[in-house]
Nanobody, 123 residues
Framework: QVQLVESGGGLVEAGGSLRLSCAAS????????MGWFRQGPGKEREFVAS????????RYSDSVKGRFAISRENAKNMVYLEMNSLKPEDTAVYYC????????????????WGQGTQVTVSS
């Protein structure tokens, strides 16, 4: 079992930055591929970023590539999403995921999701 708790969301002006954190419980955290998805108002949930179990591989959606960075600290059971140059269209609830495989995290087919943290970007 893995429990995920996101934090770090809030209100920021366009062009600003935020750092989301995801704290994971469980002793097997380092074996999971991790990801971030988001759901904006009136939109479907979409992939944002993913990171392999060791942190060696990362993947980003085209919409955030070059602006967002995903990282993890396995010793602390933490995953982060550094968000820079934020745009109003980044406004969404951001969810942290833990997946048993790299393939599954890309499509959000994961057993464990956090409760989400709201990010609002004002223009």
């Amino acid at each position: 079992q893995v429990q995920l708790v996101e934090s770090g969301g809030g209100l920021v002006e366009a062009g600003g930055s935020l750092r989301l954190s995801c704290a994971a419980s469980g002793r097997t955290f380092s074996s999971y591929a991790m990801g971030w998805f988001r759901q904006g108002p009136g939109k479907e949930r979409e992939f944002v970023a993913s990171i392999g179990s060791s942190g060696a591989i990362r993947r980003y959606s085209d919409s955030v590539k070059g602006r967002f960075a995903i990282s993890r600290e396995n010793a602390k059971n933490m995953v982060y999403l550094e968000m820079n140059s934020l745009k109003p269209e980044d406004t969404a609830v951001y969810y942290c995921l833990a997946c048993t495989s790299w393939t599954k995290v890309q499509v959000g087919n994961c057993d464990y999701w956090g409760q989400g943290t709201q990010v609002t970007v004002s223009s």
